[in-house]
């Protein structure tokens, strides 16, 4: 009850608009498909409005949409804005839109350039709120008590502040992942009723539990952050703590996209945002971001859209089947270039055919030649598994890349962020 109050007041302190959110979010959480296009018609309308009458980019560019008229189909008429030009004109398209408070944001390309800039405080509402509701389907409340396993270490004064901070909202966080601190942990999570971090590093503890024959009854929801989420990861994870690893899609700028319901769906926080898919990219159009307007914006990541299934959830907002990789970011052959979305078959196909899941690192030191770092897995076969993946990578990358398999141990005693794919060769000019 204490921590109820404690993170009510502090979270009502920090966005006294985010209880608005909620609330509506949770009504329109069984709508059907008709209500929730309704919603997202009037909001992108009004965003819309916004961005013309605030912005010579969008004044320039919404000149001859006529938005009161128009329908959603309509949104297809504006070009798709990338993240170049985002930048180009992000002087132009910062604005203060009245009566509301802003809040820092930054974000972090992956070439490591920082992009600053301020979210209104309904788009930083919005963004928590969907969150909660994602919470909500598994039955776990925000103030709740929980344990984040992040992969950075920090120095001892930065570790203080968010101890300070994790206290008030009734978490703990680990920083170290050795045996000690897991069975530190085991006593926590006892405790807790929830747990989110980094799932390779939910996955690296899981592993560890069920050597012990620790299992865990408490928990109500494993939430994986940042990275990706490998099928390989679920097992041991539902086995000691009955619950697969749930994920959770979205960016800085974006917010919460989609959020995984129990019945394995992720579905579009339609309420938020309205996701296009273009030649397999994600576009998004963000209905809550005014003081960075970004409308039809190309986010970098590959996607398939599901606009078939009907959850039996009984949720209706549309799906992101799979998020399949990052755009931009290239494999080299010895003569030719692939998207590395060919590197996801590999393993997909590998998974299909001979039912063998790997969590894996792709790493590219030289053109021509790719490097499979594989997490060892005392289920594997690993000799078989090796030539079915040399085999499968053959299938998607023919003679064009020769291919080294290692199996790995978990980095002992730190955790950075698993990355499923990182090049180290220099890109050839677009
Ligand atoms: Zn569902």
């Given at each position: 009850m204490f921590h109820k109050y404690l993170y009510l007041a502090g979270e009502r302190f920090k966005n006294p608009h985010l209880q608005t959110h909620l609330d509506a979010l949770m009504k329109s959480d069984k709508a059907p498909l008709e209500e929730l296009e309704k919603i997202q018609l009037e909001r992108l309308k009004k965003l819309l409005h916004h961005a013309k009458n605030n912005t010579n980019f969008y004044k320039e560019r919404l000149k001859d949409i006529d938005i009161d008229t128009m329908r959603l189909e309509d949104l297809k008429k504006i070009p798709i804005l990338t993240k170049t030009e985002l930048k180009a004109h992000a002087d132009d398209l910062r604005n203060a839109p009245?009566?509301?408070?802003?809040?820092?944001?930054?974000?972090?390309?992956?070439?490591?350039?920082?992009?600053l800039f301020n979210k209104n405080i309904h788009w930083d509402a919005s963004f928590r709120a969907a969150q909660y509701r994602g919470y909500s389907w598994y039955g776990v409340e925000p103030w709740d008590k929980s344990l984040y396993f992040w992969g950075f270490k920090k120095n001892f004064k930065d570790r203080l502040k968010i101890r300070v901070l994790d206290f008030l909202l009734n978490r703990y966080r680990f920083f170290d992942y050795t045996n000690e601190e897991f069975e530190r942990a085991a006593e926590r999570i006892r405790q807790s009723t929830y747990i989110a971090g980094y799932s390779s590093s939910i996955h690296m503890m899981a592993e560890y539990f069920k050597k012990k024959g620790y299992t865990f009854d408490n928990i109500k929801m494993v939430k994986g952050t940042a990275e990706k989420v490998y099928d390989s990861y679920h097992k041991s994870v539902k086995e000691v703590f009955g619950h697969k690893?749930?994920?959770?899609?979205?960016?800085?700028?974006?917010?919460?996209?989609?959020?995984?319901?129990?019945?394995?769906?992720?579905?579009?926080?339609?309420?938020?945002?309205?996701?296009?898919?273009?030649?397999?990219?994600?576009?998004v159009t963000n209905l809550w971001a005014y003081s960075l307007p970004f409308i039809r914006f190309e986010l970098g990541d590959y996607v398939v859209l599901d606009n078939e299934t009907q959850c039996a959830c009984g949720r209706a907002h549309k799906i992101i089947k799979e998020v399949t990789g990052r755009i931009g970011r290239k494999v080299y052959g010895k003569e030719g270039v692939y998207s590395t979305i060919n590197i996801n078959h590999t393993f997909k196909n590998l998974s299909f055919k001979h039912g063998i899941e790997l969590a894996y690192s792709a790493k590219q030191y030289e053109k021509g030649k790719m490097v499979f770092d594989?997490?060892?897995?005392?289920?594997?076969d690993e000799d078989a598994a090796r030539s079915k993946l040399i085999s499968s990578a053959h299938e998607y990358f023919g003679d064009d890349l020769d291919v080294e398999v290692n199996f790995v141990n978990y980095s002992e005693g730190k955790s950075k962020k698993q990355k499923d794919f990182e090049s180290f060769v220099e890109e050839d000019p677009a």
């Open positions: 009245p009566g509301e408070s802003l809040i820092k944001a930054e974000t972090s390309g992956t070439t490591g350039d920082v992009f690893i749930t994920s959770e899609y979205g960016s800085a700028e974006a917010g919460v996209i989609a959020y995984e319901c129990p019945e394995g769906n992720m579905h579009i926080v339609m309420e938020n945002v309205i996701i296009e898919e273009i030649d397999n990219k994600i576009i594989i997490i060892k897995d005392a289920q594997i």
